[in-house]
């Protein structure tokens, strides 16, 4: 399989890097820290394609253990069906999350697409309907990293955005959309911005106070969005590149303009937070150790925006090596917990109004250790 392989070689190049722990940097900002405590908003803890670091990803199982474990809002991906239902995927693309692979019936279906410019080769939801997709089973995405979860292979569908909002509403939390590709989707016919505005409509949930945020990669579906709905957005930023409808339209700005001060008043515009990759706050030098952090939680601030930075994972494999910890000479040493509660504590530190994490329940047991006994919640913001 070549995903294995592949998580195989990054994983014998990660270890080959792996040094000693050190402490990390980063300054703070009590200021922040005591604002937060004292508005009753802490930090939104946020189940990044629900408890992901447990259960295989986008499945109502995960949603379900992060919401036990404490999660203020779950996060499910969303692309299209062939007859235009959403559904909760990390991509179109399914074969590293599902078993299409043994559905001997489904074979034929096997596509190679241009996917945001990239070629990519399996089974794409937009070629199933809801019904045909129903009948696959979720399988782990990184078995390597995390051998436990592939207890659960086999046991659950992929849920469409209705009943992952039931589970919200059931739960009493909110929920975190992106839209994935939503340009490629408009290419072929499956708009993603009307079914998502229409479903969250008809659940009660386009208003501002909504327990909801909308995000996107690209900007122009944002901007649409502004438009057709009251609920909150948000622009994701990476840590390079640019969005794919600039590539498209040849704006020559990059992620890197966007996460500017100016950058982030021009998203004030149309937004109401950013979802940036960590890395943008805290950055890694060529040795995955972390560097000073930059001003980019005050800048965002101060164009008032929120700031809900991702992905917060317990493995040692993602870990700068501030917060690795273990002995890396050990076999397990990459899928074992390092010390992510550093982590948390430092970008809790930082003022961040949210974070996205498989590991739901060691954020929440960190903002209790850095803010006290409060509790999140989504009807706070
Ligand atoms: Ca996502
Ligand atoms: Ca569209």
Same mark, same amino acid.
């Given at each position: 399989?070549?995903?294995?392989?592949?998580?195989?070689?990054?994983?014998?190049?990660?270890?080959?890097?792996?040094?000693?722990?050190?402490?990390?940097?980063?300054?703070?900002?009590?200021?922040?820290?005591?604002?937060?405590?004292?508005? *009753?908003?802490?930090?939104?803890?946020?189940?990044?394609?629900?408890?992901?670091?447990?259960?295989?990803?986008?499945?109502?199982?995960?949603?379900?253990?992060?919401?036990?474990? *404490?999660?203020?809002?779950?996060?499910?991906?969303?692309?299209?069906?062939?007859?235009?239902?959403?559904?909760?995927?990390?991509?179109?693309?399914?074969?590293?999350?599902?078993?299409?692979?043994?559905?001997?019936?489904?074979?034929?279906?096997?596509?190679?697409?241009?996917?945001?410019?990239?070629?990519?080769?399996?089974?794409?939801?937009?070629?199933?309907?809801?019904?045909?997709?129903?009948?696959?089973?979720?399988?782990?995405? @990184?078995?390597?990293?995390?051998?436990?979860?592939?207890?659960?292979?086999?046991?659950?569908? @992929?849920?469409?955005?209705?009943?992952?909002?039931?589970?919200?509403?059931?739960?009493?939390?909110?929920?975190?959309?992106?839209?994935?590709?939503?340009?490629?989707?408009?290419?072929?016919?499956?708009?993603?911005?009307?079914?998502?505005?229409?479903?969250?409509?008809?659940?009660?949930?386009?208003?501002?106070?909504?327990?909801?945020?909308?995000?996107?990669?690209?900007?122009?579906?944002?901007?649409?969005?502004?438009?057709?709905?009251?609920?909150?957005?948000?622009?994701?930023?990476?840590?390079?590149?640019?969005?794919?409808?600039?590539?498209?339209? *040849?704006?020559?700005?990059?992620?890197?303009?966007?996460?500017?001060?100016?950058?982030?008043?021009?998203?004030?515009?149309?937004?109401?937070?950013?979802?940036?990759?960590?890395?943008?706050?805290?950055?890694?030098?060529?040795?995955?150790?972390?560097?000073?952090?930059?001003?980019?939680?005050?800048?965002?601030?101060?164009?008032?925006?929120?700031?809900?930075?991702?992905?917060?994972?317990?493995?040692?494999?993602?870990?700068?090596?501030?917060?690795?910890?273990?002995?890396?000479?050990?076999?397990?040493?990459?899928?074992?917990?390092?010390?992510?509660?550093?982590?948390?504590?430092?970008?809790?530190?930082?003022?961040?109004?949210?974070?996205?994490?498989?590991?739901?329940?060691?954020?929440?047991?960190?903002?209790?250790?850095?803010?006290?006994?409060?509790?999140?919640?989504?009807?706070?913001?």
């Amino acid at each position: 399989m070549r995903t294995t392989q592949k998580l195989c070689a990054v994983l014998a190049l990660v270890a080959v890097m792996v040094a000693a722990a050190g402490v990390a940097r980063g300054g703070s900002n009590d200021d922040d820290k005591g604002e937060k405590a004292a508005k *009753g908003k802490l930090p939104l803890v946020i189940g990044h394609r629900g408890a992901s670091g447990y259960r295989p990803e986008h499945t109502l199982a995960a949603y379900k253990l992060a919401i036990g474990m *404490g999660a203020d809002y779950v996060e499910p991906d969303l692309v299209s069906t062939k007859d235009g239902v959403l559904v909760a995927r990390h991509e179109n693309e399914i074969s590293a999350t599902t078993d299409v692979e043994n559905h001997p019936e489904f074979a034929s279906r096997f596509r190679t697409k241009s996917i945001d410019g990239a070629p990519v080769s399996g089974w794409f939801t937009e070629d199933f309907a809801l019904a045909e997709l129903k009948a696959l089973r979720a399988t782990e995405r @990184i078995p390597e990293l995390r051998l436990d979860n592939a207890a659960f292979d086999g046991l659950y569908q @992929i849920p469409t955005l209705q009943e992952v909002i039931d589970l919200a509403k059931s739960a009493g939390v909110g929920i975190y959309p992106e839209t994935k590709h939503p340009t490629y989707f408009d290419s072929i016919g499956l708009s993603l911005e009307e079914p998502l505005v229409a479903t969250l409509r008809a659940n009660g949930w386009s208003r501002k106070k909504a327990p909801v945020f909308i995000q996107s990669f690209e900007v122009s579906n944002l901007k649409e969005l502004n438009r057709m709905t009251d609920a909150p957005l948000v622009q994701l930023l990476n840590a390079s590149g640019k969005p794919y409808d600039f590539v498209l339209n *040849g704006d020559p700005r990059t992620y890197a303009d966007l996460a500017t001060a100016a950058g982030l008043r021009e998203i004030a515009r149309y937004a109401d937070g950013v979802g940036p990759n960590k890395n943008l706050i805290v950055p890694r030098d060529g040795s995955n150790h972390l560097l000073t952090p930059t001003t980019l939680v005050r800048d965002a601030h101060r164009a008032d925006l929120v700031v809900h930075p991702w992905t917060f994972r317990n493995e040692n494999f993602f870990l700068p090596e501030d917060f690795r910890h273990g002995n890396s000479a050990h076999p397990s040493y990459l899928r074992a917990t390092g010390d992510s509660p550093g982590e948390y504590a430092l970008f809790y530190r930082l003022g961040i109004d949210g974070l996205f994490t498989d590991n739901p329940d060691t954020a929440v047991a960190t903002r209790v250790e850095s803010f006290g006994d409060k509790g999140g919640g989504a009807d706070d913001k």
